[in-house]
């Protein structure tokens, strides 16, 4: 599945695939530093205990190198052509930088943005190009059974989506990072949400003219979680804001979003 074929079979995501265009092509502009590779042996301990990579003292992650890479995408974004009322929220913010950076040695206060939920998806738009080394090197060095867990092992963020690989007997499921990207095994059976492994209380709802894509669903939490039936298409079928549709047909059935989310965008 292509992104072009995606988008002709679902017109009304022409314009989300807009700004992801020309919010990707604005981030391409930008010198981003490259995060290192961390030591990964002095890390293991930490990850048979279940933290995150990025959130290990062993990994020392400096997330303020890439900080001024997300000031220049901000300022590029405040003044390109975007539609509302995202380009406002995108000025509002290149506005407050320039507060920020006054006011910056008279006080120590820092008050919360004024647009959260835009500021955290762009602010992942540069990390996940500086943490793409990172992420690629922890897939490689990484034992996927021994996390298991339904957090990302490199950022700590729940699943944004999941994805079933492989043919049965050895078929696996793998949630999806909507923040970093990484894709991790978890249990075959199992809501990743509440963790009940009652299978009785799990159901999965095909979506008709979806074929690869299905809404797996939980009893007792109500949560849902969007699922890529397939391989080869994770960068279309897993890039969340392209099944948005999905979400509006779970919420009707009364689901509830409890997968993490960097598309929304107006959150506060
Ligand atoms: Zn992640
Ligand atoms: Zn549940």
Redo the contacts with the bound molecule.
Sequence with gaps: MTRDVWLARHPYLQPLADVDTLVEAAAAAITVPIAPIPDFERYSADFHAGVPLLESAAAAFDFDSAEPAVHSLIRRLASASLPEPLATSCRDLAAELETELETELETADSTAPAHPGLLRYLGWVILVRSLAPVVSAFDVWRNDEGWLRNYCPACGEPPAMCQLVGKDPGRLRKLSCGRCRTRWRYRRTG??????KDAH??AALSVDGEEGLRIDY??????YLKTYDGEGSESVLLADWTSLHLDMIARERGLKR?ASSLYELDAH
């Excluded at 809501?191 to 009940?196: D, Y």
């Excluded at 939980?218 to 949560?223: A, E, H, I, R």
């Design positions: 809501c990743p949400f509440c963790e009940t209380r799990l939980c009893d007792v939490c109500s949560g409890l």
